[in-house]
């Protein structure tokens, strides 16, 4: 449903810290001391968010995932 | 006698890699490589036919396929020259470049924190003092100059040092050792990147040695305390490891730091766009990565059949990525071939795809930022007394650039 709030998952197993997708989306993604990235906690985050798509296809291993319902 | 076979034409499949004449611009037979199709055919020194991807989306789609090998220790595992075979046959697979995971994933793992968003941006401020130290020496000393001995390379040098805890004094000892393991191009001078890699491990050896007495403050220090002291990790592999980012921080961007004075200088209008407005330099940045794409071919091994654009990858057959192919492909860009500062680059493969992306990236586009704008803003009148095309290029199956770089003022 396009503008309602969707779902992200990130497979922190697989990241290997390209930092691809906080570069892409600063407002949804971000790393851990780690170097492992994660979902800004309380970042909005809407079906219809280009950036966010571009995250997900900007990550070089596919860790990410918009889960539409 | 009639034939029962022959050798297939040079066009079915051209020999590989090719020669720029332009260091920026696609070697000339990229063109009809360009125009056969994303995932075609060529013919290694060796007369040995791998796969050649030039598409984008094929490239994508097979970059992180983990049928497809980086171990350079497999015995199909396809060489560009015989130089570069002999010297990954003789010294074991590099640790990350040259494995798999899961040995690739835990090494990757473990040195991740250190080049961290957050990491590199604290770093920024010695990368600048660093930029502008450098320009102080080069005006001191006065036009002509030689940029990338005196600008393009220790410039990286010392960020790289800074961020892996590398004394200071021990910098200068590494810049010609690492040119030698990456960049040296003939035959004869295999002997002295096998002497000068062996230098680097025995250099880090004694430094891990001497850290672990007396801790300093930098990324090899932080895997003494944990990794190693934890077990997690030897001596030996973290010396290759942490040597093998030393070399790749010093010799990549250094490259691109020269060839990307080389391409904006061509491009006055873009380059005084950049100058005028700092907020482009980021885009200019991925747009250069994307237009010379320096490290263009990287070679992998299929290790089970792949089905992709219509045709099969079979288990043993070796494929050659080319990252300048992909990076302009008319399906991912309008006018691939045009330099435009302003366009969104967002999807090249300059720093690969898949586990095997530059791990370096951040660092590297924070190097390549203060570099352009401390350099044109301290230099204005910089100049390049030759054509490009006129420039000492490095050779085709070895990273891409100038090897060296006469400026003026």
Redesign the interface.
Same mark, same amino acid.
């Given at each position: 449903m396009t503008g309602a709030d969707v779902a992200i998952t990130i497979a922190t197993d697989r990241c290997i810290g390209a930092a691809m997708c906080a570069l892409t989306a600063p407002e949804v993604f971000t790393q851990d001391d780690e170097g492992v990235s994660r979902l800004l906690p309380g970042a909005p985050v809407r079906a219809h968010d280009g950036r966010v798509r571009e995250a997900v296809r900007a990550c070089p291993v596919q860790a990410i995932t918009v889960h539409d319902d | 006698m009639t034939e029962t076979t022959s050798p297939p034409a040079a066009s079915e499949a051209p020999a590989y890699p090719m020669t720029r004449s332009c260091p920026y611009r696609m070697p000339v037979g990229y063109e009809e490589l360009r125009e056969r199709g994303p995932l075609t055919k060529v013919t290694l020194y060796d007369g040995r036919q791998v796969w050649l991807v030039a598409g984008n989306e094929v490239g994508r789609t097979l970059?992180?396929d983990p049928r497809l090998s980086s171990n350079v220790l497999h015995p199909n595992f396809p060489f560009l020259a015989p130089r570069i075979a002999a010297q990954t046959q003789q010294r074991a697979a590099p640790p990350l470049v040259g494995v798999d995971d899961p040995e690739h *994933?835990r090494q990757? /793992?473990m040195v #991740?924190?250190?080049?961290? #968003?957050? /990491?590199i941006a604290a770093l920024r401020p010695e990368i600048e003092r660093i930029a502008e130290g450098l320009v102080d020496d080069m005006i001191e000393r006065g036009s002509p100059a030689e940029l990338l001995s005196q600008y393009a390379l220790p410039l990286p040098s010392a960020a790289i040092c800074a961020l892996l805890g590398v004394p200071y004094e021990d910098r200068g000892y590494f810049d010609e050792r690492s040119r030698h393991v990456l960049s040296s191009a003939g035959e004869d001078e295999a002997d002295r990147a096998r002497t000068a890699f062996t230098e680097i491990l025995t250099y880090l050896h004694d430094l891990i040695a001497r850290k672990e007495k007396q801790p300093g403050d930098g990324l090899i220090d932080e895997l003494i305390a944990h990794q190693l002291s934890e077990g997690s990790v030897d001596t030996h592999e973290l010396a290759m490891v942490c040597s093998l980012l030393l070399v790749s921080g010093h010799e990549t961007t250094s490259n691109m730091i020269a060839l990307g004075t080389v391409t904006l200088l061509e491009h006055p209008e873009q380059l005084a766009r950049v100058r005028a407005d700092d907020t482009l330099l980021p885009g200019a940045v991925e747009e250069l990565m994307r237009f010379t794409s320096i490290g263009d071919v990287l070679m992998r091994v299929a290790v089970e059949d792949i089905e992709i654009a219509g045709q099969t990858i079979r288990a043993g057959d070796g494929v050659a990525m080319s990252t300048m192919l992909m990076n302009r492909d008319p399906h991912a860009w309008d006018d691939p071939d045009t330099f435009d500062i302003t366009r969104s680059s *967002? /999807?090249h493969v300059a720093? *690969?795809?898949? #586990?095997h992306?530059? #791990?370096g990236?951040?660092l590297a586009r924070a190097e390549m930022e203060i570099a352009f704008r401390t350099l044109f803003r301290r230099i204005p009148g910089l100049r390049v007394p030759v054509a490009s095309d006129r420039l000492p290029l490095n050779a085709p199956y070895v990273l891409q650039g100038v090897a060296e770089l006469p400026v003026e003022w």
């Open positions: - | 970059f992180p *994933g990757r /793992r #991740i924190p250190g080049f961290g #968003i957050r /990491r *967002g /999807r720093f *690969g795809y898949g #586990i992306q530059c #791990i990236q951040n």
